[in-house]
C-alpha cells in the first residue's frame, strides 16, 4: 500500500468534520458496529431489503474508506486521529476514486428511490439530516446543485464528494464547505443564558466528588488514577473501558469538545463554567446518555438489565 505524504490542516479539519457527523453520540470514537446500529435507528421506514443494502455499503465503506481494505473486527474503535490518518492512506491509493464512486453511487441509489436519476432536495436531507443536522445538509445540497435547477444529478453528486475527499488546498472552493466553515470541525452554541446559582451548586458537588484530594482542581490524569485505585479487582478489559470513558467524559463533558492535554488543571469555576457550555449544547442530552449507559454496563456485570444498590455503591 502506497504511503502517501503528509496531508494539510486544511484536509485534517473536513476529515474531522466527518468524524464528528459519524460520531453523532460523541463517543470520541466509531465502530462498525455503531455505523450499523444508524442504519437501524435513522432509516427504520426504509424497506427491510433497502436497509440491507444500506448496511452492506456501511460495511464497504468502513473497510475500504476508513481502514484501508484491512478486516477490522466490527467492534474496532477508530478514534478521530486514526480516522484522519487512515483516511488520508485511502485517498492516495489508485483505486481510490473506484472505491468512492462505488460508496456514493450505492448512497445516491438509496436515495434516488423512484429511479428518476437525480435527487431532490428533500431526498437529499432525509439521507444526510442526522449527520449534519438541517440546516447544514440544505446548505450541502444548495452547492452540490452547480445548475440551480432544485435536483442534484449523480454527476454532480460524484463530483462534489470526490473533489470535498480529495482537494487539499483550496479553503474557498464551494464543494469544501459541504460540511461547514472550514474553521473548526467541533462548532460549539454559545449558551443563551446564565446559569442559576442553585444549577452552580450542583455542579460545585460534581467537582468536589472529583476532587477527592481538595487540589483545587482536577485532571484527566488525576481521573484516570482514581479509575485504577477504585477498580482495581476489576478484569483488565474492563479498567481499559473505564479509562476510556474517562477520557470521553474529560473531552466532551468536561472541556465541550475539547483536546487538552491530561495534565490541564481544572479548576471548580472553569468546571462549572465548562459544563454550562456542554449542558447547552444540541447533542448533550445524547452525549450524557452515551457516558451514563457505559457506566451502567460497568456495573451491570451481569447483564441483567437492572443494578442493585450494592453494585451502585
Given at each position: 500500500?502506497?504511503?502517501?505524504?503528509?496531508f494539510?490542516?486544511?484536509?485534517?479539519?473536513?476529515?474531522?468534520?466527518?468524524?464528528?457527523?459519524?460520531?453523532?453520540?460523541?463517543?470520541?470514537?466509531?465502530?462498525?458496529?455503531?455505523?450499523?446500529?444508524?442504519?437501524?435507528?435513522?432509516?427504520?421506514?426504509?424497506?427491510?431489503?433497502e436497509?440491507?443494502?444500506?448496511?452492506?455499503?456501511?460495511?464497504?465503506?468502513w473497510?475500504?474508506?476508513?481502514n484501508n481494505?484491512?478486516?477490522?473486527?466490527?467492534?474496532?474503535?477508530?478514534t478521530?486521529?486514526m480516522?484522519v490518518?487512515?483516511?488520508?492512506?485511502?485517498?492516495?491509493?489508485?483505486?481510490?476514486?473506484e472505491?468512492?464512486?462505488?460508496?456514493?453511487?450505492?448512497?445516491?441509489?438509496?436515495?434516488?428511490?423512484t429511479?428518476?436519476?437525480y435527487?431532490?432536495?428533500?431526498?437529499?436531507m432525509?439521507w444526510?439530516?442526522?449527520?449534519?443536522?438541517?440546516?447544514?445538509?440544505a446548505?450541502a445540497?444548495?452547492?452540490?446543485?452547480?445548475?440551480k435547477?432544485g435536483k442534484?444529478?449523480y454527476d454532480?453528486?460524484?463530483?462534489a464528494?470526490?473533489?470535498?475527499y480529495?482537494d487539499?488546498?483550496?479553503e474557498?472552493?464551494?464543494?469544501?464547505?459541504m460540511?461547514?466553515?472550514?474553521?473548526t470541525?467541533?462548532?460549539?452554541?454559545q449558551?443563551k443564558?446564565?446559569?442559576?446559582e442553585?444549577?452552580?451548586?450542583?455542579?460545585?458537588?460534581?467537582?468536589?466528588?472529583?476532587?477527592?484530594e481538595?487540589n483545587?482542581?482536577i485532571?484527566e490524569t488525576?481521573?484516570?488514577e482514581?479509575?485504577?485505585?477504585?477498580?482495581?479487582?476489576?478484569?483488565?478489559?474492563?479498567?481499559?473501558?473505564?479509562?476510556?470513558?474517562?477520557h470521553?467524559?474529560?473531552?466532551h463533558?468536561?472541556?465541550?469538545?475539547?483536546d487538552?492535554?491530561k495534565d490541564?488543571?481544572?479548576?471548580?469555576?472553569?468546571f462549572?463554567?465548562n459544563?454550562?457550555?456542554?449542558?447547552?449544547q444540541?447533542?448533550?442530552?445524547?452525549?450524557?446518555?452515551?457516558?451514563f449507559?457505559?457506566?451502567?454496563l460497568q456495573?451491570?456485570?451481569?447483564?441483567?438489565?437492572?443494578?442493585?444498590?450494592?453494585?451502585?455503591?
Amino acid at each position: 500500500m502506497a504511503q502517501p505524504k503528509c496531508f494539510t490542516e486544511m484536509w485534517a479539519v473536513k476529515m474531522r468534520k466527518v468524524f464528528h457527523s459519524l460520531d453523532w453520540v460523541k463517543k470520541g470514537y466509531i465502530t462498525e458496529a455503531m455505523l450499523i446500529e444508524v442504519v437501524d435507528k435513522f432509516y427504520k421506514d426504509y424497506p427491510d431489503v433497502e436497509k440491507e443494502r444500506i448496511k452492506d455499503n456501511t460495511r464497504y465503506t468502513w473497510k475500504h474508506l476508513y481502514n484501508n481494505g484491512r478486516d477490522a473486527p466490527n467492534d474496532h474503535r477508530l478514534t478521530e486521529e486514526m480516522f484522519v490518518e487512515n483516511l488520508w492512506v485511502s485517498v492516495n491509493q489508485p483505486n481510490f476514486k473506484e472505491d468512492i464512486y462505488a460508496v456514493f453511487k450505492e448512497s445516491f441509489q438509496h436515495m434516488n428511490l423512484t429511479n428518476k436519476g437525480y435527487i431532490t432536495k428533500e431526498e437529499y436531507m432525509k439521507w444526510y439530516t442526522w449527520r449534519s443536522g438541517e440546516e447544514q445538509a440544505a446548505a450541502a445540497f444548495a452547492l452540490m446543485d452547480t445548475d440551480k435547477d432544485g435536483k442534484a444529478s449523480y454527476d454532480e453528486l460524484m463530483e462534489a464528494k470526490a473533489f470535498y475527499y480529495t482537494d487539499t488546498t483550496d479553503e474557498k472552493h464551494p464543494f469544501n464547505l459541504m460540511n461547514g466553515p472550514l474553521d473548526t470541525p467541533y462548532i460549539i452554541t454559545q449558551p443563551k443564558s446564565n446559569f442559576t446559582e442553585m444549577w452552580a451548586v450542583k455542579m460545585r458537588k460534581v467537582f468536589h466528588c472529583l476532587d477527592r484530594e481538595r487540589n483545587g482542581y482536577i485532571t484527566e490524569t488525576m481521573l484516570i488514577e482514581m479509575g485504577d485505585k477504585f477498580y482495581k479487582d476489576y478484569p483488565e478489559v474492563e479498567k481499559e473501558r473505564i479509562k476510556e470513558q474517562n477520557h470521553h467524559t474529560w473531552k466532551h463533558l468536561y472541556n465541550h469538545g475539547k483536546d487538552v492535554p491530561k495534565d490541564h488543571q481544572l479548576t471548580e469555576e472553569m468546571f462549572v463554567k465548562n459544563m454550562w457550555v456542554s449542558v447547552n449544547q444540541p447533542d448533550f442530552k445524547e452525549g450524557m446518555y452515551a457516558v451514563f449507559k457505559e457506566g451502567f454496563l460497568q456495573m451491570d456485570h451481569t447483564h441483567k438489565g437492572y443494578l442493585t444498590k450494592e453494585e451502585y455503591m
